[in-house]
């Protein structure tokens, strides 16, 4: 998929966002929150939900949380217009409540298709309910700041997923906010572990080459016999001549 189509792709699920009436959530909304970022990234970021700003602006993350994640990715020389920003429900739940789980499940289908369309080598969470959807029955006190391979049904075909605190909570506990820092600090590596992991070996490269050449010398078969005919009809055409 290119650029293009990813970015067309994105677009066309955050337009169907912006108008689905799936569950209760889109009566209290003022705008739902489809996610923004490169269509190009790596990395996806994925939270719970929007707060109040993000209702208002329509955008994840630009109230207070979102100038902290600003800074955790500062601290890694990232910045957020070069990964991608969204959360597990789109729409703000009343009084910034927890999701409820038929809201997190009519959302489910748009994270899983952003997700596919990205195509991650990276998926960090942020906070327990981003986690439980790709580290099931994990407790975030235990696995933040840990990697794992990403369950390929989340739309992830071939991903680590590092788990994280919600900055929200980051901003209520200074020990949280320092342990997030440490957190985001493992995220260049794992990317990298990433990209290591999904290259194609040596093997599958050499395969890919012979198969690439073997086309090349049937196309070149190909001409060779279409040059022949057409030689041959020119030759006919000389002797009618």
């Not at 680590?160 to 320092?178: D, F, G, K």
């Not at 820092?181 to 590596?189: E, H, V």
Request: with cysteine; aromatic share 4%; glycine share 6%.
């Amino acid at each position: 998929m290119t650029s293009a189509e990813r970015q067309t792709a994105l677009d066309a699920i955050a337009a169907e966002v912006r108008a689905c009436t799936k569950c209760r959530l889109a009566a209290t909304r003022t705008q739902a929150v489809p996610g923004e970022g490169s269509a190009d990234t790596e990395v996806v970021f994925v939270g719970e939900g929007p707060g109040f700003h993000e209702d208002r602006q329509g955008r994840p993350f630009v109230g207070r949380a979102g100038d902290l994640l600003v800074k955790l990715l500062g601290s890694i020389e990232w910045r957020r217009e070069d990964v991608f920003i969204t959360n597990v429900v789109k729409c703000r739940p009343p009084d910034n409540r927890d999701p409820e789980p038929d809201e997190v499940a009519a959302c489910a289908p748009y994270l899983q298709r952003q997700i596919e369309t990205l195509d991650p080598a990276l998926v960090v969470t942020l906070g327990r309910h981003s986690m439980a959807r790709f580290v099931p029955g994990a407790r975030i006190s235990q696995v933040h700041g840990t990697t794992q391979r990403v369950d390929p049904a989340t739309g992830a075909r071939d991903a680590t997923v590092l788990a994280m605190y919600h900055p929200a909570a980051a901003l209520r506990t200074p020990a949280i906010e320092r342990e997030s820092y440490d957190d985001i600090g493992r995220a260049p590596r794992a990317l990298l572990d990433a990209r290591e992991r999904r290259a194609p070996s040596p093997a599958r490269r050499a395969e890919a080459v012979e198969t690439v050449e073997a086309v090349a010398v049937s196309d070149l078969e190909v001409i060779a016999a279409a040059a022949g005919d057409v030689t041959e009809t020119a030759s006919a055409d000389l002797t009618i001549f």
